[in-house]
């Protein structure tokens, strides 16, 4: 499917359903992207609590919140895992057409807020490894980043992914304060933990995190050849063996609690995001995890 092709097929599908279900507002999705100290006003009851000025408050003797005035200068930033992984998918899709899918909707959800949209791409297929494209506006700008997706090679000889290096780009890159979403499957080694950190110390940063059910449940086929996309390693597996299975399963669970772990400490969000699972869904689930949170801020 084209990128016009395929934005077109989500304006009309998950963009009306979201618009629909969070009624045009948007807030749970993107934390405030004001900066700048517009004025201080009482507090009231549907005021974020994290807004209330402590030092005016205590010499008023009563609560009182920042208005920020929005920065439209802010940019929301794409961090794309392009890797060998990503071109794997058991079902309808692949992980890398999920990701164009996720990018396609939140850029266009960001764009009406007045953000600008940019990207940094991982592809060990590029010259370096890395393609950047500038932050801008407008459909014409999202075209060309969903073209890029769409048309990035895939990389068919060995490689180490090295998303520690990817990360640190970008934290050399944005020298403003941005929302930027890491979307990756995260495979591979933990070294970019402190990378993550700082880009959550720095920006509204959420890691999108895609995966595949048959990456989490090893089925029961029998023999299987299985080769990793990335490293290009063949294994024969007995996967009828329930021991095998069994071990798998609990690699698989220590690995999840782990990365759980790291997006905790590096203060970012985590979205779930599965090849067999409706986007708008996806998207609706965080958005109440988001809503949660600020209730309990």
């Not at 764009?111 to 297929?125: D, T, V, Y």
């Not at 059910?213 to 007995?238: C, H, K, V, W, Y």
Request: glycine share 6%; with cysteine.
């Amino acid at each position: 499917m084209s990128a016009e092709a395929l934005l077109q097929q989500l304006e009309w599908t998950v963009l009306r359903r979201l618009d629909g279900l969070l009624q045009g507002d948007h807030k749970t999705l993107f934390r405030g992207s004001g900066l700048e100290l517009a004025d201080l006003r009482e507090y009231q009851a549907h005021d974020d609590v994290r807004h209330i000025d402590w030092n005016v408050t205590a010499r008023m003797q009563t609560p009182f919140v920042r208005e920020h005035q929005e920065d439209r200068e802010i940019s929301a930033w794409f961090l794309l895992d392009l890797s060998g992984s990503m071109d794997f998918g058991s079902g309808d899709q692949t992980k890398r057409e999920v990701m164009m899918r996720f990018v396609g909707v939140m850029a266009k959800l960001l764009m009406k807020r007045g953000n600008r949209i940019g990207a940094l791409l991982l592809n060990p297929a590029e010259a370096e490894g890395f393609k950047h494209i500038p932050a801008r506006m407008g459909r014409r700008h999202l075209l060309h980043v969903l073209h890029a997706l769409e048309t990035s090679p895939s990389h068919q000889a060995a490689h180490q992914t090295d998303l520690r290096e990817w990360m640190a780009r970008a934290n050399g890159m944005l020298k403003r304060r941005a929302t930027v979403f890491v979307v990756s499957d995260f495979m591979g080694d933990f070294n970019w933990a402190s990378e993550l950190s700082a880009l959550g110390r720095r920006h509204d940063t959420v890691a999108a995190r895609l995966f595949d059910a048959a990456e989490m449940d090893l089925p029961n086929g029998g023999l299987m050849l299985l080769q990793d996309s990335e490293t290009a390693e063949q294994l024969l597996l007995d996967t009828a063996n329930a021991k095998f299975r069994a071990r798998y399963a609990k690699l698989t669970a220590e690995r999840e609690e782990k990365l759980a772990t790291c997006f905790t400490q590096a203060g970012v969000d985590a979205l779930e995001l599965s090849t067999g699972e409706d986007l708008a869904a996806a998207l609706l689930r965080f958005s109440e995890l988001r809503k949660r949170r600020v209730w309990r801020a």
